[in-house]
């Protein structure tokens, strides 16, 4: 938030759009799915069998202390839809999620927090999302605290359904500030900074063939000696199964046009035919046209008619969901 703005900035700071500007003409990053000068920074990227899936949730949140309800976001419409949208892509594709979260997701609802506790609303209704559509193997990679911290899911379940897959929660930092605590509570305690110390994680994943290794290891560094000692650790396993033979219908290069046409590309396999769905539920889904190979079996679909509509999902393959 301090790159952004003041402290707990949101949607209102006068410095959003500078911030947004210096953001995509000077920093490093990935193709952005919003093109709009006053979009989020949000992106997207694989490493092997593990997206990662980065969310901006400075520059379109409402304020703190707004009343939490439907109304009050820390992300818009059109991050949330696209946030859910690389979460069903990666279920797709056999991938492990970490999301990376500039704020503490564990929480409990406390109004006027800078903490997704004072979004609970939208936070639950990311979680039941997950539980819904079965999405499992997530990873939350969160920050805005001075301290190593996680969580095996215990504590970061929001759907309302005990039986929901787990959510685990990575914290680490600060390489060279005070200490602090936030949120909670994390299944593997909470280790703030220390004076005359740094701090970082480490996490390390190793792909078995039908599951992922994840070991995480939250470290402190004596600045005077640069002594490391591992302070917090939490290992587990995603069980993704092997990786799609087939990944020619997974949507690629997403982008939503500032004049809100949307435009994304499609590999057919072979002889396969995939047909383009799209929906406003993720429940009810109506076939569109305007496909077009620009070369052999590259397919570029248009939708013009997406200005006219708040939200919608699109999927490529048969009929049936």
């Not at 609970?120 to 209704?125: D, F, H, K, P």
């Not at 900074?193 to 992922?212: A, C």
């Not at 396969?272 to 109506?286: K, R």
């Amino acid at each position: 938030d301090h790159d952004y703005g003041p402290n707990d900035s949101d949607r209102n700071s006068p410095g959003r759009l500078a911030a947004l500007q210096v953001y995509r003409e000077y920093i490093p990053h990935y193709p952005f799915p919003h093109p709009e000068a006053d979009a989020p920074i949000d992106q997207s990227f694989s490493v092997g069998r593990a997206r990662f899936i980065m969310s901006d949730l400075r520059s379109q949140r409402d304020p703190k202390n707004a009343t939490d309800n439907e109304n009050k976001r820390m992300m818009s419409e059109q991050q949330l839809a696209w946030l859910k949208s690389e979460m069903l892509a990666a279920k797709a594709a056999r991938q492990a999620i970490f999301w990376i979260s500039s704020v503490p997701w564990i929480q409990a609802r406390t109004h006027g927090s800078d903490m997704w506790g004072g979004y609970s609303t939208q936070r639950a209704e990311i979680a039941t999302f997950l539980a819904e559509n079965e999405i499992e193997n997530v990873v939350i990679l969160a920050a805005d605290a001075h301290m190593l911290a996680a969580d095996d899911g215990t504590n970061a379940n929001y759907s309302g359904d005990p039986d929901a897959a787990p959510i685990r929660v990575l914290m680490a930092a600060a390489l060279d500030r005070p200490g602090s605590v936030k949120g909670g509570p994390y299944s593997a305690g909470t280790f703030p900074n220390q004076s005359g110390q740094g701090q970082y994680g480490y996490v390390t994943v190793t792909d078995h063939g039908e599951s992922l290794d994840v070991q995480f290891s939250g470290r402190s560094i004596a600045s005077s000696t640069g002594a490391m000692t591992e302070r917090v650790t939490l290992d587990f396993t995603l069980d993704i199964g092997p990786a799609p033979t087939n990944l020619g219908a997974i949507i690629r290069n997403f982008v939503r046009q500032p004049n809100g046409v949307v435009t994304f590309e499609f590999q057919s396999d072979g002889d396969a035919e995939y047909g383009v769905y799209v929906s406003e539920d993720l429940v009810d889904w109506l076939p569109l046209g305007n496909l077009e190979e620009v070369s052999p079996g590259l397919f570029q679909f248009t939708d013009a008619d997406a200005p006219n509509h708040s939200k919608r999902f699109y999927r490529v393959g048969p009929p049936d969901p």
